[in-house]
């Protein structure tokens, strides 16, 4: 019995040697600010200078460990697209569609369709095309060339707000806004099996 509380001793002596020191007046959980959108989590430091970073959502830290460049180009791409997709999926369940047999389908059974005419594999190969291009132009940006994510130098409306903070952060929130809709079209649609309003 001795030997076993010996053991457990020693053990917990060599464990407590691996646990970083803190200090009197700073505990571990206040070490960082609070996230204000989730005030039970910290808020990462990586997320200062973002636009949209002073609501500190990053409850799986990703910013620890991903550039931040890189995770908002990715955001701005995917709320891009699912801002089109959105518009795109409920437009044409709700007859704006191309003429043409093939594209008389609702937007769940246009994908068997374009696989069955061939033309996802068009639309795959011209987006593995722009996939290519933007990886190179996030590499650039990644080794300091000074541009920003999301930046494609395209904006013939010049409705993107160029440097204008308040634009930045509508453009972040609507495309949040649309990958959540997005996802709750697809999946409303798939389990009513209905077209447009989905229920």
């Known amino acids: ?115 069955a005419q061939g033309s996802m594999t068009q639309i795959t190969i011209f987006i593995a095309i722009c996939e290519c291009i933007g990886y190179l132009a996030i590499l650039e940006m990644l080794d300091g060339s000074g541009r920003k994510p999301g930046d494609f130098g395209f904006d013939p409306l010049q409705i993107g707000g160029g440097d204008d903070p308040e634009m930045q952060l509508r453009e972040i929130e609507n495309g949040r806004l649309a990958m959540l809709a997005f996802a709750g079209i697809v999946t409303q649609a798939v389990l009513t099996g209905k077209g447009f309003p989905y229920f």
Request: net charge negative.
């Open 1 to 115: 019995m001795a030997r076993t509380a010996l053991l457990l001793a020693a053990t917990a002596t060599c464990a407590s040697a691996l646990v970083a020191p803190v200090s009197q007046t700073t505990s571990l959980t206040s070490m960082h600010e609070k996230s204000a959108s989730m005030p039970f989590l910290e808020a990462s430091p990586n997320l200062k200078g973002y636009i949209g970073g002073e609501k500190g959502f990053d409850p799986l830290g990703l910013s620890y460990w991903v550039p931040m460049d890189w995770l908002r180009e990715s955001e701005l791409k995917h709320g891009r697209v699912c801002m089109l997709a959105t518009l795109g999926f409920v437009a044409t369940d709700m007859g704006f569609v191309l003429p043409g047999e093939m594209h008389q389908v609702s937007s769940i059974g246009a994908h068997d369709v374009a696989v």
